[in-house]
């Protein structure tokens, strides 16, 4: 059971990332998907969700501006982040759910420079 994230990295206010989440060892499709950051001193908040049906949510600070998505084809959960803003630098992680089954990934840090 595997949930590697990558894309982040070092990016100016404004810009854009695309982070990537792959999974392996067992049923993606069958799992609804979240993206979730934590930020220096902060608690890790809930980013952006999708369910194993396709339906997205977004947390009010990155709505407009982030998008969720996943291709289940290539076991891959995807998040677009454009505009981005400081308050964006945190490390990112996939998580995967579904009943009491619960995984995640090792995180990405993303830092976003004024």
């Known amino acids: 059971v595997q949930l590697q994230a990558s894309g982040g990295g070092l990016v100016q206010v404004g810009g854009s990332l695309r982070l990537s989440c792959a999974a392996s060892?067992?049923?993606?499709?069958?799992?609804?998907m979240y993206w979730f950051r934590q930020a220096p001193g902060k608690q890790r908040e809930l980013v952006a969700g999708?369910?194993?049906?396709?339906?997205?949510y977004y947390a009010d600070s990155v709505k407009g501006r982030f998008t969720i998505s996943r291709d289940n084809a290539k076991t891959t959960l995807y998040l677009q982040m454009n505009s981005l803003e400081a308050e964006d630098t945190a490390v990112y992680y996939c998580n995967a759910k579904m009943g009491s089954t619960n995984y995640w990934g090792q995180g990405t840090l993303v830092t976003v420079s004024s």
């Open positions: 999708i369910t194993r049906g396709g339906s997205t």
């Open positions: 060892g067992w049923t993606f499709s069958m799992y609804n």
